[in-house]
């Protein structure tokens, strides 16, 4: 199995910044795509941005300009920084990583549980 925990989250001002991470762990033999989404209340689960092994990345136009994602592969871990928060980035945010638990195994998406980000003066 493969566990996945976020950190990060929590209260901040607008305008503000926050940096959330993610690591994986357990029966990993290789992590593919890592990425972050978020669920606002009574909306759906939208993609934030995602990082590839490679460091190739991609966001959300949302965030575009404000974010950076980044990975340590040693690690198996992926961050995400914003910046300029606005309260409308209030929401749940979730890790999101495809893992190959072994080397003829097909990548399987696993999800964290999630970290409660809060923008509010």
């Known amino acids: 199995q493969v566990q996945l925990v976020e950190s990060g989250g929590g209260l901040v001002q607008p305008g503000g910044s926050l940096r959330l991470s993610c690591a994986a762990s357990?029966?990993?033999?290789?992590?593919?795509?890592m990425g972050w989404y978020r669920q606002a209340p009574g909306k759906q689960r939208d993609l934030v941005a995602y990082?590839?092994?490679?460091?190739?990345?991609n966001y959300a136009d949302s965030v575009k300009g404000r974010s950076t994602i980044s990975r340590d592969n040693a690690k198996n871990t992926v961050y995400l920084q914003v910046n300029s928060l606005k309260p409308e980035d209030t929401a749940v945010y979730y890790c999101?990583?495809?893992?190959?638990?072994?080397?003829?195994?097909?990548?399987?998406?696993?999800w964290g549980k999630g970290t409660l980000v809060t923008v509010s003066s």
């Open positions: 357990g029966s990993i033999f290789k992590v593919n795509t």
């Open positions: 999101n990583a495809n893992v190959n638990t072994g080397p003829l195994d097909y990548g399987i998406n696993y």
């Open positions: 990082i590839n092994r490679g460091g190739f990345t």
